[in-house]
Nanobody, 125 residues
Framework: QPQLVESGGGLVQAGGSLRLSCVAS????????MAWYRQAPGKQRDMVAR???????NYADSVKGRFTISRDNAKNTVYLQMNSLKPEDTAVYYC???????????????????WGQGTQVTVSS
């Protein structure tokens, strides 16, 4: 199956910025929607932002106007630019994507919903 690998997390002060990246790899035919989720300790995993293959994006209300999702289809990569960070943005951020891939040359592509391993974002007050 394809893999997603996130990078760019870290520790930042409130009001600062971070840019997360997520690269997909592994016999990919096509990537449909790509998204970022986050999960804080003791809480459920929630969607932060989603982007279609055509570039249409939608955001959780809590990040509208502060976060921007984008993607580079040629590089199979999705980004999350996070500005004006708040302590409540602290969480593990996960990349997610619907990916068509081939594991057999003679068979049609398969569709899988793939998760990355997560990257920690910590915002100090």
């Amino acid at each position: 199956q394809p893999q997603l690998v996130e990078s760019g997390g870290g520790l930042v002060q409130a009001g600062g910025s971070l840019r997360l990246s997520c690269v997909a790899s592994g016999n990919i035919v096509r990537i449909n929607d790509m998204a970022w989720y986050r999960q804080a300790p003791g809480k459920q995993r929630d969607m932060v932002a989603r982007i279609t293959s055509g570039g249409l994006a939608n955001y959780a209300d809590s990040v509208k106007g502060r976060f921007t999702i984008s993607r580079d289809n040629a590089k199979n990569t999705v980004y999350l630019q996070m500005n004006s960070l708040k302590p409540e943005d602290t969480a593990v951020y996960y990349c997610n994507a619907d990916i068509y891939y081939k594991d057999n040359y003679y068979l049609p592509p398969k569709l899988a919903n793939i998760w990355g391993q997560g990257t920690q974002v910590t915002v100090s007050s």
